[in-house]
């Protein structure tokens, strides 16, 4: 065997063996893959095979695309065959909402050049005849959709990679793993010890022992899922000996995929009877083999399949196939260095192997080999989760999951599980003021407050919801007097010591601030990608402060621990400030009420320590709400006490809480962008316009130094304006595609309501050619075309 290695992948299921073959591909050839079984021993082998493009989350979208059109590569390549049905697929829809978001996803797909489209009911019967139309008001269609051999691909794959260099060894369990202090790993196997200098956790129904091995708990469970094959069914006997084949049905309304198999069908549930398998750890001795029939589970998902595809009632039911596979919380791989190891990665909790596995091998291999992923791949990245993480969290997450796989997912939805995990001290006492809450990276934040009637649940909608008039109440407050929330929901950093600013220089791409001053800053990748958007302050020379979005803490941690150099000593110390933002015309005149000093004093930027109260706080004179405000960090044993000071002190001038909702308002009318719309590592600096807060001036080879500068010579080819949209009951949310002079040339990041300004407006990448003071655009909202004309000045 071999025994030493640049990369050991652990596991042999298809994501092992993608991850493998990526590896070669992108040029690492000393790598290999350690099998405790046979390859496919774990949920492959008895996967349905299906795969489709269809993601809510479009860049889990596009790397499905990927692994579509990967197949017949690796055909070629292999001269082995995957098993290859295109299809394709329709999703039906029986009421107006899942038809709206089929129409948003279609929208979505014509700037991703995916071909999918919207059809009837008649359409649906003629190419899907198996369906009753009965109820049904549209479906969208999916030439791309089909399956494939599960095991014959994982097979391809294999020899892929073999014939790029790598080796596999099968029956070779890995029993423990362990780092030496230069960062190379030592996996000893049941056949002898392997040195690699990097690991991948492709360990899929074993992953969470796998990685216990290494002292990490990849939040995931393993899920059962069950799916039925028939005898042959009449319908698609003739389709097949007209040489047709029968498409995909995605049946939401009936929780159930189904397909042609042989001369016959195949159909899966998600049904809301679920059950997680093997909560406290995935047997050992579990191998090729299915769990029990269970039709009680399932009996109502049948029941409604009958009425839908009626010729499944008169099918003998050829075999039943039960069998567990994984899940993260929300649905989505973990994927990724994981944080706080060093040469320690995650390929996990992929739970459409044949829809995810390319992209996923993709990525992984980018990001090993060429140091970042080629795009945003934020929804895959075990980083989105942080060290709060739990059992507790992940299993009832997973069920609800589960159970939502086919509902409709709406933009403002907030979901019911594993809630109230983390709260800060406020928590109670907005509650008892009326908070709605939202979740962030596990942290409740108020959406907004309900007072007076307001309700005190948002419906889910894509349209303006129910709390359009409390965020309404809300923006008006602050913009003509004052309101107050808190500033939890930023992840802080506190980085110091003798080499702090030299570090920070690096590091970021702007410009970092003399004592007592803040300043915002692009942070790059190598190539130039936007990967973090900070507020840098510095408290005193050696001493900084550092802000961003709190979901992605985890995420910035890495990437500082990656980068780290001697003299600099880093802190996230996102919980451990907490304390309240103030703005509006008024938030001076309040904050002078609670402290002896001259608040005047304070100008745009400045940091300052001061007493706010009796409550020790770091004061900076800035606002994500485009106010005159401050942001006030405390130590959260004291944030009520600060709480109580300027609550009083506000009283006079109405001061009012204002949520999250308001927030996203207020930042449109500063066109303030926003993390991961407008700012992700999808975009550069000088497409989004974060390129003048770049310091070119400063001495220093910061990273993403020559591609900033690139785009300077060369600029992109896309920019982002701000639209105002002639909306009608929708407003834009996220990659809509912008039609100019009839074609589509663009998208949007974001969108919303400005209740200040009273318009609709769009954030969207257009090509610079286009770019005109005058520019008159469409936007796609919910199917309809909407007049959109650019604007060019704030609105304030
Ligand atoms: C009933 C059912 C139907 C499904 N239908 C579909 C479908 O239609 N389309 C689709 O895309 N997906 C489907 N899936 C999901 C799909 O099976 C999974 O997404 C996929 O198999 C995940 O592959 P993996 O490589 O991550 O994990 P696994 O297949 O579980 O592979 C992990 C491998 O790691 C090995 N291993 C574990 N520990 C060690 C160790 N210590 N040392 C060495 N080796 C180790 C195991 O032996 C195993 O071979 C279905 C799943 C089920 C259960």
């Not at 999703?91 to 929208?107: C, S």
């Not at 791409?509 to 692009?522: E, F, K, V, Y």
């Not at 994500?624 to 009083?648: K, S, V």
């Not at 700012?679 to 807060?693: C, I, K, M, Q, V």
Request: some cysteine; charged content about 20%; proline content about 5%.
């Amino acid at each position: 065997m071999k025994t030493t290695t640049r990369v050991a992948i652990i596991g042999g299921g298809v994501v092992g063996c993608s991850v493998l073959y990526h590896l070669t591909k992108l040029g690492w050839s000393d790598v290999m893959l350690l099998e405790r079984s046979e390859l496919t021993s774990g949920s492959t082998w008895h996967a349905a095979g299906g795969f489709h493009t269809l993601n809510g989350d479009t860049n889990m979208a596009a790397l499905q695309g990927y692994t579509i059109k990967l197949y017949r590569e690796l055909e070629a390549i292999t001269g082995m065959s995957c098993g290859l049905h295109h299809v394709g697929g329709v999703t039906l829809a029986d009421n107006q909402d899942r038809f709206d978001m089929l129409v948003a996803e279609r929208a979505k797909h014509r700037y991703m050049g995916l071909e999918t489209e919207i059809i009837g009911p008649d359409e649906i019967s003629k190419i899907a005849p198996v369906t009753n139309i009965e109820g049904i008001i549209g479906g969208l269609y999916d030439p791309l959709d089909g399956h494939l051999d599960p095991s014959g691909t994982t097979h391809a794959y294999a020899k892929a990679a073999r014939m790029g260099g790598a080796h596999i060894e099968t029956h070779c369990k890995v029993l423990s793993t362990t780092q030496r202090a230069d960062g190379t790993w030592d996996l000893v196997t049941d056949k002898g010890t392997v040195h690699a200098e990097h690991i991948v956790n492709a360990a899929g129904l074993w992953a969470r022992e796998v990685g216990a091995m290494a002292g990490v708990y990849f939040p995931l469970l393993p899920m059962e899922h069950q799916y039925l094959v028939t005898e042959e069914v009449p319908q698609i006997a003739d389709m097949i000996d007209a040489g047709g084949e029968h498409p995909h049905v995605m049946d939401p309304a009936g929780e159930s995929y189904l397909r042609q198999e042989g001369r016959g069908l195949c159909i899966g549930f998600y049904e809301q009877p679920c059950r997680p398998w093997a909560v406290n750890g995935t047997p050992w001795d579990f191998g090729h083999e299915l769990l029990a029939n269970d039709f009680d589970k399932i009996e109502d998902s049948i029941a409604f399949a009958y009425r839908r595809f009626p010729a499944l009632e008169k099918a003998g039911v050829k075999s039943v196939i039960h069998g567990p596979f994984t899940f993260a919380p929300d649905g989505n791989p973990l994927v990724g260095p994981v944080p706080g190891m060093r040469n320690y990665w995650s390929a996990c909790a992929v739970m459409a192997g044949f829809s995810q596995g390319g992209g996923v091998g993709l990525t992984l291999a980018q990001w090993m080999v060429e140091g970042e992923p080629e795009r945003d791949v934020f929804a895959m990245d075990c980083a989105r989760f942080g060290a709060w993480i739990t059992p507790g969290y992940t299993v009832p997450k997973v069920v609800e999951n589960y159970q939502r796989r086919f509902s409709v997912s709406y933009p403002n939805e907030e979901l019911p599980a594993a809630r109230g995990l983390r709260r800060t001290p406020m928590y109670d006492h907005f509650s008892a003021m009326g908070a709605v809450w939202g979740a962030q990276f596990g942290l409740e934040v108020p959406n907004y407050f309900a007072q007076n009637g307001e309700p005190d649940f948002e419906t889910p909608s894509f349209r303006r919801s129910n709390a359009w008039g409390a965020v309404k109440r809300e923006v008006k407050a602050v913009r003509r007097g004052v309101g107050i929330n808190e500033v939890h929901n930023f992840s802080k950093f506190l980085v110091s010591g003798a080499h702090a600013r030299a570090w920070l220089d690096r590091i970021m791409a702007g410009r970092i601030p003399q004592a007592g001053r803040l300043s915002l800053t692009p942070m790059l990748s190598p190539k130039g990608k936007l990967i973090g958007d900070f507020t840098v302050s510095c408290i005193r020379e050696g001493l900084f402060q550092l802000t961003a979005s709190y979901g992605s803490q985890a995420y910035h941690q890495r990437w500082f621990e990656q980068n780290m150099e001697p003299g600099v000593t880093l802190q996230n110390i996102s919980d451990q400030r907490t304390g309240f933002q103030i703005a509006g015309p008024k938030a001076a005149e309040v904050l002078q009420a609670c402290t002896t000093a001259n608040v005047a004093d304070i100008k745009f930027l400045d940091v300052k320590e001061l007493v706010v109260g009796a409550t020790a706080c770091l004061v900076q004179q800035v606002s994500y709400t485009g106010d005159h405000g401050f942001e006030l960090y405390c130590d959260p044993m004291a944030q009520r006490a600060l709480w109580d000071r300027l609550w009083q002190a506000g009283k006079p001038h109405g001061m009012t809480p204002f949520g999250m909702r308001a927030m996203m308002s207020l930042r449109l009318d500063r066109f303030f962008g926003s993390w991961l719309s407008e700012f992700s590592p999808d975009y550069t600096a000088a497409e989004t316009g974060l390129d003048r807060f770049i310091s070119f001036r400063k001495n220093v080879d910061f990273i993403g130094r020559s591609a900033a500068e690139a785009e300077r010579l060369t600029p992109p080819e896309r920019q982002l304006v701000i639209f105002e949209v002639d909306a009608h009951d929708a407003d834009a949310v996220a990659y809509e595609p912008v039609f100019i002079n009839g074609t589509v040339q663009g998208f949007c990041t974001s969108g919303g309501y400005s209740h200040h300004a009273e318009k609709s407006i769009a954030f969207a990448l257009v090509p610079r050619a286009e770019m005109t003071d005058d520019l008159q655009a469409e936007i796609e909202i919910l199917g309809q075309l909407r007049p959109a004309k650019r604007l060019l000045e704030p609105l304030l």
